[in-house]
């Protein structure tokens, strides 16, 4: 058997060392079987022996990533997601990173966002949901806010939008700032309005034709009622 194809045995806290470089692929070559099989263990047991050894035998480097990678990481995702406004505020509410999804939502650039306060964000006044400082204040104080209301585009047109507003803080529990994740309702409300008055409509003609059967129903009776009277008076009537 190739050694290089042999899998590396599991350390004592259930990582497979150096897995990537012992067990190599050849280009076009398939996954050797059993290989996910070895990491979902190995995931398995470095989480048994982390757990059985308590917060004074966890060493606080394992599973801290790199801040310049979780940098570029969170830049990535704020400029590839097209769905959801990302972007980031310092702990006054100035935005600091503007990504393009926020762009292609708000439809502010970012030249034009990066700099401003949240507020430029809210209709004049605030929305019915709170002002931007109410909003900021209660991320801080609860570590995160979660809120629906109108917000103004770029174009000075609003829309209805459900917040995310996460408080960040350093290890010793400093606000940093904020990280902010909008997603645009307008599509959704209006779909569900439309269902709305499609079970209107639908009720109206529903009331429309239970009126029809009613009015059929009581001429049947009526004509019934005129047949008993007539029955009634031959009845009464005196015979000759």
């Known amino acids: ?22 067990y ?4 076009g070559e398939r996954e050797p079987p059993g290989r996910e099989t070895l990491e979902r263990e ?3 047991r470095r989480g048994r022996a982390r757990r059985s050894a308590g ?5 606080p480097e394992v599973g801290r990533a790199d801040p310049e990678l979780v940098h570029h990481a969170f830049a990535a995702l704020a400029e590839n997601v097209r769905d959801y406004a990302v972007f980031l505020l310092d702990a006054d ?3 600091r990173f503007w990504g393009e999804g926020a762009r292609l939502m708000k439809r502010w650039a970012k030249e034009e966002a990066e700099g401003a306060h949240l507020r430029f964000l809210y209709p004049d006044g605030g929305a019915d949901d709170g002002t931007a400082e109410d909003h900021l204040l209660d991320a801080a104080k609860h570590g995160e806010s979660v809120s629906e209301g109108q917000r103004v585009r770029g174009d000075g047109k609003t829309f209805w939008a459900r917040i995310t507003l996460t408080a960040l803080r350093n290890e010793e529990g400093k ?3 904020f990280a902010k994740v909008t ?9 569900n309005a439309e269902r709305a008055l499609a079970r209107l409509e639908a009720n109206r003609a529903r009331s429309v034709d239970e009126r029809a059967e009613l009015k059929a129903e009581l001429e049947v009776l009526q004509e019934e009622l005129a047949v008993l009277r ?11």
């Open 1 to 22: 058997m190739d050694p290089r194809r042999t899998p590396p045995d599991l350390d004592a806290t259930g990582s497979p060392g150096g897995l990537p470089s012992e």
């Open 24 to 27: 190599p692929r050849r280009p």
């Open 42 to 44: 190995a995931a398995r």
């Open 55 to 59: 917060a004074a035998g966890h060493d």
């Open 93 to 95: 509410g100035i935005i």
């Open 175 to 177: 606000l940093l700032g």
């Open 183 to 191: 997603i645009d309702l307008t599509v959704q409300r209006a779909a």
């Open 230 to 240: 007539k029955e009634l008076e031959e009845r009464d009537r005196p015979v000759a």
